[in-house]
Every structure is written in C-alpha cells, then in structure tokens.
C-alpha cells in the first residue's frame, strides 16, 4: 500500500473544480485520486520514460561486441563453467 505523506495545495478555478467534481463521480474516485494520477501518468512516468531512454542510448553509444543470442549464450555458459567451483566428490 502506498503511504502518501506529501500534501501539495493548488488553486483551480470554479470551472475546474466542478469538472474534476463530475469526472471522479463518473470514474467512481476522489478528486484527490484523479490529481494523482494525473500528475502520474503527465509527469512522473514520463520522466521514467526519458531517463530509461537516456540509459539505453548510453549502452548502446558503448558499441560493445554483440553477437548472435546461441553464440553469447553458449559464451556464458562456458564462461560460468570455467569460474565455478569443482563440485564436492562423494567418496563412498
């Protein structure tokens, strides 16, 4: 459950008001949802969006070597087998 501890005020005017009013009894919600959502879906995740973009733009400005999927699967494959520890012998 989110635990909202930051309280923002704003002024709207009448017409505003009312128009939040009438959409959140459509939708069933409280105006204060609404403006949550709103600022959500305008700000917050478009702010993910162009900072996940800018990661992915920096890997691939790196030009890192990329093969094949079968071949760097099977390079990473060989590369955990050479790293990991011998497996205990059981002597019976």
């Not at 008001?17 to 959140?24: R, V, W």
């Not at 790196?62 to 390079?75: F, K, L, N, S, Y």
């Not at 590369?79 to 011998?86: F, I, R, V």
Request: proline letters at 4%.
């Amino acid at each position: 459950m989110v635990n909202y501890t930051k309280r923002v005020q704003a002024v709207l005017t009448e017409e505003q008001y009312e128009m939040l009013l009438h959409i959140a009894e459509e939708q069933g919600k409280s105006v204060s949802v609404l403006i949550r959502e709103a600022i959500e879906r305008e700000y917050c995740q478009k702010t993910l969006l162009k900072k996940r973009k800018e990661a992915l733009k920096k890997l691939l400005d790196m030009e890192a070597p990329v093969a094949d999927w079968e071949q760097m699967e099977a390079e990473i494959a060989e590369g955990a087998l050479e790293t990991s520890p011998p497996s205990p012998r059981r002597h019976e």
